[in-house]
């Protein structure tokens, strides 16, 4: 029981950050919408919001969180060691590991994944616009990256689960 109750403390502790960051589920689910409407003829916010939802249950999407997140706020508060500290202040763009670290989640619904978190990592919508401004003094280096891919894991948990529904077969 112990184990159960350490497991939804990490859950909410990772789903509080988020919030405490500016994100929402309902963000994250516009982004899944956005990804995947031309798809789905009937999609609704609501099931988006319910697949990204299962995305935050996976612990290896609560860890990138927590990771991302911890060194994002370090890095605003100029907790790390130069150069390092330098490299993600700016997020500098031969600095590779936000995306890196993202993968993990990308990597959970299979290889969809990667193509949806390239199309809304280079187009920014919604609330990746915002992460992505630096004009406000937040440090969001991991975060947008780590929310994009949480639309991408969401949107190809979607694909995935409509496919299994129509009876088809993966292709």
Known sequence: ?????????VEATAKQWLQERGVSVSDIADLVYFLQRKYHTNLTHEECVMNVERVLAKREVQNAILTG???????????????????????????????????????????????????????????????????????????????????????SRLAHSSQQKSGQQPQ
């Not at 029981?1 to 403390?9: F, G, P």
């Not at 202040?89 to 990667?114: A, P, Q, T």
């Not at 187009?123 to 440090?139: F, M, Q, R, V, Y």
């Open 1 to 9: 029981m112990a184990e159960k109750n350490y497991q939804d403390q």
């Open 69 to 155: 997140i911890q060194l994002d706020r370090l890095a605003e508060r100029k907790m790390l060691a130069e150069p390092l500290q330098s490299i993600i202040e700016v997020d500098e763009s031969l600095y590779g590991i936000d995306e890196i670290l993202s993968f993990s989640i990308v990597n959970i619904y299979g290889s969809i994944g990667y193509t949806n978190y390239g199309y809304v990592d280079k187009e920014k919508p919604g609330i990746l616009a915002k992460l992505n401004d630096k004009s406000t003094g937040e440090c969001h280096t991991f975060l947008d990256d780590i929310v994009g891919a949480i639309a991408a894991a969401a949107s």
